[in-house]
């Protein structure tokens, strides 16, 4: 075995951790605000996400190595949206959608401003995605654990990935 060997992957954001639910509202937070992920302010985003997760206690081995709920999520990306003085609102997607009856993803992430956004989760790899800029019949994903460009999903991707309704947060302009 030699350390040079090509057939070397290195890890990947996702490999070891569960940190993608961050990732996904982190991107979504430099977007909003545009600005760079790997800028000054952005890393004083992240640092304060962590913070707050911290500080609910949700910052352990179990928590990192897992992933996070939605439920911890939005409270602390509702906190980042305070201290960002964003009038946002993080909602869960569960909620959203009994009030306004999305029939799929599609219609959900086509119904958003261009400024909002919905961090949905693909059931078949336990995975959040941001997903933002949709309409009928496809919408853009940021994920973490991917190629750094979005990447358009369209229906085939939603039965490949197991993406339903039921689980995710959406990011509304208030």
Known sequence: MSFGRTSFEPAQQGDLDGFCGIYAGYNFFCRKLNIKPDSKRGEKIFKRLLTLLDGQGKLTVHRICDGFGEGQLQKAFNKIAEKE????????????????????????????DSDEAAMI?????????????????????????REPEPQKFRSNDIKQYGIKMKDGLVFLNV
């Open 85 to 112: 003085e964003l009038d946002l609102k993080v909602w869960k997607l569960s909620v959203y959608a009994r009030k306004h009856k999305p029939t799929d993803v599609f219609e959900l992430v086509a119904s958003l």
């Open 121 to 145: 989760h693909m059931d078949k790899q336990r995975h959040w995605v941001l997903a933002h800029s949709g309409t009928a019949k496809q919408f853009t994903v940021d994920d973490s654990s």
